[in-house]
């Protein structure tokens, strides 16, 4: 960076680590390139007893892009960074099942983080997949040549029951290709970021997800069932709020996302008015509670405010505001074929927005680093 600060990736075992290193005192400091995403922070270096240096953001990101520039012609990190990509592929395409159609009409919580739902009478019999995802006129067009008539839903039919991932199948490969930008450039950015360290939304700060791409691609099973598997799990928080975005992916640009030190002052001095008021868990983990409320203007648009019952420092409340065809288009969503969840689909937008904004700030960071997928 100058006489004063040098910033280095450096990596063990696992994880890549970015180096702080301070030339005046000698001091080092090793954190996760996660740090890099902090957006109200400046790097402070001390440069004597009484003096210091003050780095904003903007040029320490600037910095770690030029490191993961650099770190992007490593033949081991191209050869884990593609297969992290074909298991992100493979993971965002895994089905649930469902076997009674009462299932589908009111799809269990524990099922619906999914963007393909299949059903079958039982899990001996054939299954048909039904794409659970806002369509764009072109997808639905694509999907169509596809679909075939059928219980309880139209939608795919397989012969038997549904591979460990439907990547492969004709109707995903045919989405991957027509739309790159919604399913396969978000998969490929948040691949490599956090297999690079940045943020992957394991609990207690940790980054499970990424420690277990390091330990468990490198071998010759990466793609197996049993790696699927665990990495479903070390990621979970991870592939709801990727799920939600997927799914929501044509409709966010509908929704003004606004952070408000007062949500609901704010829908009173715009005109709204209250309709519904509900506390709601965070998920997936059920750690926090949010008071939410719905207010409509009476004119077609519509707005939430989110207030943490806990504030964490710094937190502010949320406040989205759309309009009520868009909510609706939202609610059919994340209904999955079955009865809409007004509270499932709006935390479900809420995790969208934030995967929205996570890819937006780490992209940058990425591109010099990046193949194409084009």
Known sequence: MDEVLTL???????????????????????TSLAWAEGQERNLKIKTGRTSSRE??????RAAVSRLVEQAGQDLTLKALLWRS???????????????S????????????????????????????????????????????????EGRPWRGMDLPG??????????????????????????????????????????????????????????????RSEETLTNLAGKGREFWTRMTAYLRLQPLLHTVDPRESDDAPGEAEAEGLKKRER??????????????????????????????????????KDRFLVLQEEDWERIL?????????????????LVQALEMGRWLALVEPILRAGSPSFR
């Open 8 to 30: 280095q990736l450096v990596r063990g075992k696992g994880l890549p680590r970015l180096a702080i290193l301070n030339q005046s005192t000698g001091k080092k400091k090793h």
């Open 55 to 60: 780095y904003p953001m903007e040029d320490v």
């Open 85 to 99: 990509v074909q298991v992100f592929g493979d993971l965002i395409h895994r089905s649930r099942s469902v076997y």
């Open 101 to 148: 159609e009462a299932e589908c009409l009111a799809v269990p919580e524990s099922k619906r983080d999914t963007l393909w739902l299949a059903y079958a009478p039982s899990p001996r019999d054939p299954h048909r997949v039904r794409p659970c995802f806002a369509e764009t006129p072109e997808e639905t067009q694509l999907l169509d040549g596809h679909r075939t």
């Open 161 to 222: 029951s549904p591979p460990s991932s439907l990547r492969n199948l004709p109707f995903v490969r045919d989405l991957s290709h027509a739309n790159p930008d919604r399913w396969g450039v978000p998969l490929m950015t948040a691949a490599q970021a956090i297999l690079l360290g940045f943020r992957d939304w394991s609990p207690d700060g940790e980054q499970d997800l990424g420690e277990a791409l390091w330990a468990l691609l490198p071998g010759p099973d990466s």
């Open 278 to 315: 509900f506390s709601m868990m965070s998920r997936p983990d059920h750690s926090r509670m949010f008071v939410v409320q719905r207010y409509l203007d009476g004119q077609g648009r519509l707005a939430f405010s989110l207030v943490p019952e806990t504030r964490l420092p710094g937190e």
């Open 332 to 348: 059919t969503a994340c209904a999955l074929g079955g009865e809409p969840d007004g509270q499932y689909a709006t935390f479900s």
